[in-house]
């Protein structure tokens, strides 16, 4: 009794389903729409919901990109890759501008993505007033209603509390006006990559069953007061120890020998392309 | 030669695996699915209901891959079951058609039908057996013949079944319980739309019967000891095979005698007697009794009487106790789910932690500047 999986893991039926879940994201973008998530060969919690979407979108002429907190080569990232290509065959890659589809946990390459990209990312939570309403009934009414006075009194009790809003990733954001909408835990320093974004933007939640999507060109706005704007994670002062870039989010790690904080881009492949730009440079004016 | 990025993490992912197959393969020996199949019946029916895929051989299969784990067997089971297309829908069952092995009734002593004790671990006392350290096959093939010329003796033929009637509806025939009219509403398919709240009955129903067993006993143990309204006696408890039925798939005319048979599955079915007060049309306090329902695949009773209870709490949510309340219930006990999301936890956070730590230095730069 042995039994082929079929392309892209996912029954046609199911996948059918989940796109159309898709176009009702997309058609109502930053509204949570409920789905008949299914169990998956790899655990709820570990992208699910994103790799749910990849597998139905994806076909044969793409081209996937897998990133887990900014590496390619992180141990879940390369786990996910490795089922979707053993179920698919389709070509993977860790550079951002030859995917056509990206699925990405907590993070925005810091490549301007294109009109012809897909970025897929996990959500673990894909309610932003879960911390201040726990039923699901009450907030799917709230969201109904408009009522967001539990997101801003969350960002004003921390002003409160600290002088300054205290968010860390998973900072909420309004799009196209409406929904108030949680980015994934990715950092601050992303969320202003959601706006006017060129490319399509999928969020899947596999755990808690729900799609949400920010279409092309879509206002994506993150809440803040007037006199308390919005501010990213600061790396002020600081660059890569690699690759010398300094507008990029980075990663704080202790130099072994030095036992010096250093910084790294999180974003592994943008460190190495921009480390062989500048290798190249340095050959071509060698030569000249 | 360009930068490359490093490829630890591909390489680290295949070693674990590798370590993993030489953890199961070390010991040098092999256990055949028939074995499991024979000798760990109990195991076998609760991945089965916890993975609501009824098929004891992938089941065996599945526990055999996951060297015994109950979590990583559900999981292997359910994801298997993400591959099947759904065909067919089944008819609706009655349960007084189970060919019942074991039926009790903590309500009543002289229920119609008899008590029938069957196969049960209640009344063995939990001694560890060494004996079954050394056992021979010949011994066992000796017992059971023993065991079955005595059935024999002690059998009388009969050409005929018998079934159980339920020992609820003696209690109707009494007026102790209401009649209800019955409800033919298609079920909800939780597998196939995601759970809406507040949720129907069915759905409910099957989050119960599919929810991880330690923690559908856990809750269902809390409302009895003291948080919760219920407080049951178990009317019956029946073990015993249920014959299944799918209707002709592109007949237009559908006749009873057309369905086809497609096999028996084995399940537990519970329905407790819940007292209930309720305010009568004089507006006085009556004490009624009301029904909890609990059904699970293979054997499973103390999981099925668990869910019986949760059943009757979530049916009256307006009691202020977290086991009433159907989202606290319905959305932590599956097993996929709790498992999945507490073992994410060991995924890298080094983003998400990176923006915590930014965080909480602006916030202390900011009281500092204050302070000075």
């Given at each position: 009794?042995?039994?082929?999986?079929h392309f892209a893991?996912l029954d046609e039926g199911s996948k059918k389903e989940i796109r159309r879940t898709m176009l009702k994201?997309?058609?109502?973008?930053?509204?949570?729409?409920?789905f008949a998530?299914r169990?998956?060969?790899?655990?709820?919690?570990?992208?699910?919901?994103?790799?749910q979407i990849?597998l139905s979108i994806?076909?044969?002429?793409?081209?996937?990109?897998?990133?887990?907190?900014?590496?390619?080569?992180?141990?879940?990232?390369?786990?996910?890759?490795?089922?979707?290509?053993?179920?698919?065959?389709?070509?993977?890659?860790?550079?951002?501008?030859?995917?056509?589809?990206?699925?990405?946990?907590?993070?925005?390459?810091?490549?301007?993505?294109?009109?012809?990209?897909?970025?897929?990312?996990?959500?673990?939570?894909?309610?932003?007033?879960?911390?201040?309403?726990?039923?699901?009934?009450?907030?799917?009414?709230?969201?109904?209603?408009?009522?967001?006075?539990?997101?801003?009194?969350?960002?004003?009790?921390?002003?409160?509390?600290?002088?300054?809003?205290?968010?860390?990733?998973?900072?909420?954001?309004?799009?196209?006006?409406?929904?108030?909408?949680?980015?994934?835990?990715?950092?601050?320093?992303?969320?202003?990559?959601?706006?006017?974004?060129?490319?399509?933007?999928?969020?899947?939640?596999?755990?808690?069953?729900?799609i949400?999507?920010?279409?092309?060109?879509?206002?994506?706005?993150?809440?803040?007061?007037?006199?308390?704007?919005?501010?990213?994670?600061?790396?002020?002062?600081?660059?890569?120890?690699?690759?010398?870039?300094?507008?990029?989010?980075?990663?704080?790690?202790?130099?072994?020998?030095?036992?010096?904080?250093?910084?790294?881009?999180?974003?592994?492949?943008?460190?190495?392309?921009?480390?062989?730009?500048?290798?190249?440079?340095?050959?071509?004016?060698?030569?000249? | 030669?360009?930068?490359?990025?490093?490829?630890?993490?591909?390489?680290?992912?295949?070693?674990?695996?590798?370590?993993?197959?030489?953890?199961?393969?070390?010991?040098?020996?092999?256990?055949?699915?028939?074995?499991?199949?024979?000798?760990?019946?109990?195991?076998?029916?609760?991945?089965?209901?916890?993975?609501?895929?009824?098929?004891?051989?992938?089941?065996?299969?599945?526990?055999?891959?996951?060297?015994?784990?109950?979590?990583?067997?559900?999981?292997?089971?359910?994801?298997?079951?993400?591959?099947?297309p759904r065909?067919?829908?089944?008819?609706?069952?009655?349960?007084?058609?189970?060919?019942?092995?074991?039926?009790?009734?903590?309500?009543?002593?002289?229920?119609?039908?008899?008590?029938?004790?069957?196969?049960?671990?209640?009344?063995?006392?939990?001694?560890?057996?060494?004996?079954?350290?050394?056992?021979?096959?010949?011994?066992?093939?000796?017992?059971?013949?023993?065991?079955?010329?005595?059935?024999?003796?002690?059998?009388?033929?009969?050409?005929?079944?018998?079934?159980?009637?339920?020992?609820?509806?003696?209690?109707?025939?009494?007026?102790?319980?209401?009649?209800?009219?019955?409800?033919?509403?298609?079920?909800?398919?939780?597998?196939k739309?995601?759970?809406?709240?507040?949720?129907?009955?069915?759905?409910?129903?099957?989050?119960?019967?599919?929810?991880?067993?330690?923690?559908?006993?856990?809750?269902?143990?809390?409302?009895?000891?003291?948080?919760?309204?219920?407080?049951?006696?178990?009317?019956?408890?029946?073990?015993?095979?249920?014959?299944?039925?799918?209707?002709?798939?592109?007949?237009?005319?559908?006749?009873?005698?057309?369905?086809?048979?497609?096999?028996?599955?084995?399940?537990?079915?519970?329905?407790?007697?819940?007292?209930?007060?309720?305010?009568?049309?004089?507006?006085?306090?009556?004490?009624?009794?009301?029904?909890?329902?609990?059904?699970?695949?293979?054997?499973?009773?103390?999981?099925?009487?668990?869910?019986?209870?949760?059943?009757?709490?979530?049916?009256?949510?307006?009691?202020?106790?977290?086991?009433?309340?159907?989202?606290?219930?319905?959305?932590?006990?599956?097993?996929?789910?709790?498992?999945?999301?507490?073992?994410?936890?060991?995924?890298?956070?080094?983003?998400?932690?990176?923006?915590?730590?930014?965080?909480?230095?602006?916030?202390?730069?900011?009281?500092?500047?204050?302070?000075?």
């Open positions: 009794m042995k039994t082929n999986t893991f994201a997309v058609a109502i973008p930053g509204y949570q729409v409920p998530s169990e998956m060969p790899i655990a709820r919690g570990w992208g699910t919901g994103g790799l990849t994806i076909g044969k002429q793409d081209v996937l990109k897998v990133i887990d907190q900014g590496a390619d080569e992180s141990v879940n990232a390369v786990s996910i890759k490795k089922l979707v290509q053993e179920t698919t065959g389709v070509e993977v890659t860790d550079q951002t501008q030859e995917a056509s589809v990206i699925q990405s946990r907590h993070r925005i390459p810091e490549v301007a993505l294109t009109k012809e990209q897909i970025l897929v990312l996990q959500v673990p939570e894909p309610e932003p007033l879960r911390n201040v309403e726990a039923s699901e009934y009450v907030t799917k009414r709230l969201h109904s209603e408009d009522e967001y006075s539990g997101a801003w009194l969350m960002l004003f009790e921390q002003i409160m509390k600290y002088n300054k809003t205290a968010t860390d990733a998973d900072h909420p954001v309004y799009v196209n006006d409406r929904y108030v909408m949680a980015p994934s835990p990715i950092p601050k320093f992303d969320n202003p990559k959601m706006h006017q974004s060129e490319s399509l933007i999928l969020l899947g939640a596999g755990r808690e069953k729900k949400y999507a920010i279409p092309p060109y879509t206002d994506v706005k993150s809440l803040a007061f007037d006199d308390y704007p919005f501010t990213v994670e600061s790396f002020e002062g600081n660059h890569c120890h690699l690759c010398g870039a300094t507008d990029v989010f980075m990663d704080e790690l202790i130099d072994s020998t030095s036992g010096k904080t250093v910084y790294q881009c999180n974003d592994t492949s943008y460190c190495v392309a921009r480390l062989n730009e500048k290798e190249k440079l340095e050959v071509e004016s060698n030569h000249a | 030669m360009g930068y490359v990025a490093v490829k630890g993490g591909t390489m680290a992912i295949e070693a674990s695996i590798k370590r993993l197959t030489y953890d199961r393969l070390k010991g040098e020996e092999i256990i055949e699915i028939q074995t499991i199949l024979s000798t760990m019946r109990s195991l076998v029916d609760q991945v089965m209901s916890e993975s609501s895929l009824y098929s004891p051989f992938l089941a065996a299969l599945a526990i055999k891959q996951a060297e015994g784990s109950m979590e990583e067997a559900v999981f292997l089971m359910r994801a298997h079951r993400s591959t099947l065909l067919y829908y089944s008819q609706t069952v009655q349960s007084e058609s189970m060919l019942v092995e074991r039926r009790i009734s903590a309500s009543f002593k002289d229920i119609p039908g008899g008590q029938l004790l069957g196969s049960t671990n209640d009344y063995t006392h939990r001694l560890l057996d060494f004996n079954l350290a050394n056992e021979s096959l010949t011994e066992n093939k000796e017992w059971l013949q023993d065991y079955r010329e005595s059935l024999q003796n002690n059998m009388e033929a009969s050409d005929s079944v018998t079934y159980f009637p339920k020992v609820v509806d003696y209690l109707r025939k009494e007026s102790l319980f209401e009649e209800y009219e019955a409800d033919n509403t298609p079920p909800d398919d939780i597998t739309e995601s759970l809406q709240f507040p949720a129907s009955r069915s759905a409910r129903l099957q989050v119960l019967t599919r929810g991880q067993t330690g923690a559908v006993t856990a809750l269902g143990y809390a409302s009895l000891r003291g948080y919760g309204q219920v407080h049951p006696t178990v009317g019956e408890v029946r073990v015993g095979d249920l014959p299944i039925y799918v209707e002709h798939p592109n007949e237009v005319e559908q006749d009873d005698e057309d369905q086809f048979y497609i096999g028996d599955i084995k399940v537990t079915e519970v329905e407790s007697f819940v007292p209930i007060t309720k305010k009568n049309e004089h507006n006085e306090e009556e004490l009624e009794f009301e029904i909890g329902y609990g059904v699970c695949y293979g054997q499973n009773e103390t999981k099925t009487i668990a869910m019986s209870i949760l059943d009757q709490c979530l049916e009256h949510p307006e009691w202020e106790y977290p086991t009433h309340d159907e989202e606290f219930v319905l959305l932590h006990i599956d097993s996929v789910e709790s498992t999945g999301f507490i073992s994410h936890l060991k995924l890298p956070h080094y983003v998400t932690f990176q923006s915590k730590l930014d965080s909480i230095r602006q916030i202390k730069k900011e009281a500092k500047k204050d302070e000075d």
